[in-house]
């Protein structure tokens, strides 16, 4: 599937939207979906100028900038969520990689470049199935509890 289609249109504006929903995400913000992981984000940040856990709620409108990778808790790998307030967007220093710089992604909704359209795709089906069935708070206490599990078998 082209990530130009209009199937794929479907898809990513369906994740945004999740992730405006669960996150309760201000209007005044921007979703976008990136590759690079962490690495690529702790490059990205300084040349804009400016962790999240999906497990848990967030007060957004506190951060200027928070970038979540699906593999630690919500999803394949090959996607970061990047959610970015709209006052620091275009302030990228000139050095900074057009694939890297944030108003060029927001611009594009995302699709400069090929976006990571299978991961963006598990990311909505993950993001929906935590809003159907438990919802942000209790997939926090979840994910307490399975840590538990495992720490208590760890042997130090």
């Known amino acids: 599937m082209s990530h130009r289609s209009s199937d794929f249109a479907k898809i990513i504006n369906n994740t945004e939207n999740l992730v405006r929903e669960l996150l309760d ?6 979703v976008i979906f990136v590759q690079g992981g962490g690495s690529g984000q702790f490059s990205a ?5 400016i962790g999240l856990k999906a497990g848990r709620p967030v007060d957004v409108s506190k951060f200027g900038v928070i970038f979540a ?12 969520v990047m ?6 967007l275009g302030f990228a ?11 060029v992604q927001a611009g594009n909704n995302s699709l400069y470049n090929t976006p990571p359209c299978f991961s963006i795709y598990i990311l909505g ?19 307490f509890i399975i840590s538990q599990m495992i720490y208590s078998q760890l042997i130090y």
């Open 83 to 88: 959610i970015v307030h709209d006052d620091l």
């Open 93 to 103: 220093l000139r050095e900074c990689p057009l694939v890297l710089e944030y108003k």
């Open 25 to 30: 995400v201000p209007n005044n913000y921007k």
């Open 125 to 143: 089906m993950v993001l929906d199935w935590i809003k159907n069935n438990v919802g942000v708070a209790a997939m926090e206490k979840r994910s």
């Open 45 to 49: 940040v300084p040349l804009n100028l």
């Open 69 to 80: 990778d699906a593999q630690k808790n919500i999803g394949s790998s090959g996607v970061t």
